[in-house]
C-alpha cells in the first residue's frame, strides 16, 4: 500500500510571474544536493498556463517536472478564457490538476471533471484528481460516500490508471491551518486505496497524496502514515524556502 516514491506538488493557483524562475532554480539546486543522498522524490510545479512555456524551456531539470492546474474537456473550439489539454501538453506541461475544490466551487461537477480527465489522458498527461469532503459532510459522516462517489463518477476502469494520481484534500483544510487527526488520516488513504483497487479493478494501489495545508511546521506530523504518497501543497509551494524546508523536515 506504501510508495517509496514521495510526491511534494506544488500548487501556485494564481501567483507567480516570469520572475518565479528564481523559486525554480532554488528547488532545483536544493534537489541536486539532496539526490545524492539517494532519496528519488518526484517534484512537480503546477503553475499558472502562462508560465507553463517559458518555465520548462528555461529549465532543464531533471529533478522538478511543470504541471497545470486545470484544463477545458474540449481540444479547441469557443470556449473564450479557456485552455484545453493539447495546448498545456504542447507547452511543456507533464501534469494537470483536475477537480480541485476551487474550480468546483466554479461549477466543474464530477461529470465535467471526468471529460477533463478524459482529455488530459488522451494527450498522456498525468493527471492530478482531487477530492475531498466539505465541512459539513465531515461533520454528517458523510466523508467516505462522498469520495467514494467522486471517484466513481469521474474514472472509468478503461483509464490508464497509472496516469491518475488522487490527490484527498479536506474542503476546510485547504488554506485554513486546519489538518485532520493522524487516525483519521490512516482510515481515510486505506479507504482511498482500497476502493479505488476495488472499483476500477487495479492490480496495484494508486499514488495519493495529502493536501491541505502542508506547511514546514507540520509535515513532520505526516511522516509517520506510510500510506501517504506525497503531498499537494498551496500557499506554502510559493517560497522556495518553504517548499525545500517542507521536504527536508519530512525527512528529518
Ligand atoms: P494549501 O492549498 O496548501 O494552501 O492549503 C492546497 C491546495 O489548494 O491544493
Not at 483544510?173 to 487527526?181: A, D, H, L, R, V
Request: aromatic residues 12%.
Amino acid at each position: 500500500m506504501t510508495n517509496k516514491l514521495k510526491y511534494f506538488v506544488g500548487n501556485w493557483k494564481m501567483y507567480g510571474n516570469f520572475s518565479s524562475l528564481r523559486i525554480i532554480n532554488q528547488i532545483h539546486r536544493f534537489c541536486s544536493r539532496f539526490k545524492k543522498n539517494g532519496i528519488k522524490d518526484k517534484i512537480i510545479l503546477c503553475v499558472p498556463s502562462t508560465l507553463i512555456y517559458f518555465f520548462t524551456t528555461k529549465i532543464k531539470s531533471k529533478f522538478i517536472s511543470i504541471g497545470a492546474q486545470n484544463c477545458h474537456y474540449q481540444r479547441s473550439g469557443a470556449f473564450t478564457g479557456s485552455v484545453s489539454a493539447s495546448m498545456l501538453k504542447k507547452s511543456g506541461a507533464k501534469y494537470v490538476i483536475l477537480g480541485h475544490s476551487e474550480n468546483r466551487s466554479e461549477g466543474d461537477t464530477n461529470q465535467v471533471i471526468k471529460k477533463k480527465i478524459e482529455s488530459a489522458l488522451d494527450q498522456k498527461l498525468y493527471v492530478i484528481f482531487c477530492i475531498g469532503e466539505t465541512i459539513n459532510e465531515k461533520k454528517k459522516g458523510k466523508t467516505f460516500s462522498v469520495i467514494r462517489k467522486q471517484m466513481k463518477d469521474s474514472i472509468d476502469k478503461k483509464y490508464n490508471l497509472k496516469s491518475i494520481i488522487i490527490a484527498y484534500e479536506p474542503i476546510w483544510s485547504i488554506g485554513t491551518g486546519n489538518i485532520p487527526k493522524v487516525q483519521e488520516l490512516k482510515k481515510s488513504f486505506r479507504f482511498i486505496k482500497n476502493e479505488f483497487k476495488k472499483n476500477f479493478k487495479t492490480k496495484t494501489f494508486p499514488v495519493v497524496l495529502y493536501g491541505g495545508s502542508v506547511n514546514d511546521g507540520n509535515i513532520r506530523a505526516f511522516s509517520s502514515i506510510s500510506e501517504i504518497d506525497g503531498f499537494l501543497i498551496g500557499g506554502a509551494s510559493q517560497s522556495s524556502k518553504k517548499f525545500i524546508d517542507i521536504i527536508k523536515n519530512y525527512y528529518k
